[in-house]
């Protein structure tokens, strides 16, 4: 079953992040738990899939934390998003959080940029 939530994350986001590997290594069920809440919340609805990672990366970026807001920005992309699209996205999230928020998207705004590599993004 574990091998089968795997594919559902590479099809949603294009990878599966390392941490997410690590739960399922840790704690299977927790694992399953997580996939199956990600799969649906994150699903194309009344908002499409890209836009709610725009807004999850957002969110994380207001709570200051790094690799989620790069793990957001890489899915986001990863359905679509322009680059344009997830630096406005985290000028939302300047407005509403402050400079820390932005702070936190450093490694994202560098990706975009060109000066990351990109197997280095999102801790991959």
């Known amino acids: 079953?574990?091998?089968k939530e795997f594919e559902k994350?590479?099809?949603?986001?294009?990878?599966?992040?390392q941490l997410l590997e690590l739960?399922?290594?840790?704690?299977?069920?927790?694992f399953e738990?997580?996939?199956q809440?990600?799969?649906?919340?994150?699903?194309?609805g009344a908002?499409?899939?890209?836009n709610k990672r725009l807004i999850?990366?957002?969110i994380t970026?207001?709570?200051q934390c790094d690799k989620c807001v790069d793990t957001h920005a890489r899915a986001a992309l990863y359905l679509g998003a322009t680059k344009e699209e997830i630096m406005e996205a985290l000028f939302v999230s300047l407005l509403t959080a402050g400079a820390p928020s932005i702070a936190s998207a450093k490694n994202t705004i560098r990706f975009l940029r060109g000066e990351m590599d990109p197997l280095e993004f999102a801790g991959e």
């Open 23 to 30: 739960v399922k290594d840790t704690d299977p069920e927790m």
């Open 47 to 50: 908002i499409s899939a890209k």
């Open 1 to 3: 079953m574990v091998y």
């Open 61 to 63: 970026a207001a709570l």
């Open 56 to 58: 999850a990366m957002a």
């Open 9 to 17: 994350f590479h099809k949603r986001m294009g990878f599966v992040p």
């Open 33 to 35: 738990v997580i996939s």
């Open 37 to 44: 809440m990600d799969d649906h919340i994150l699903k194309e």
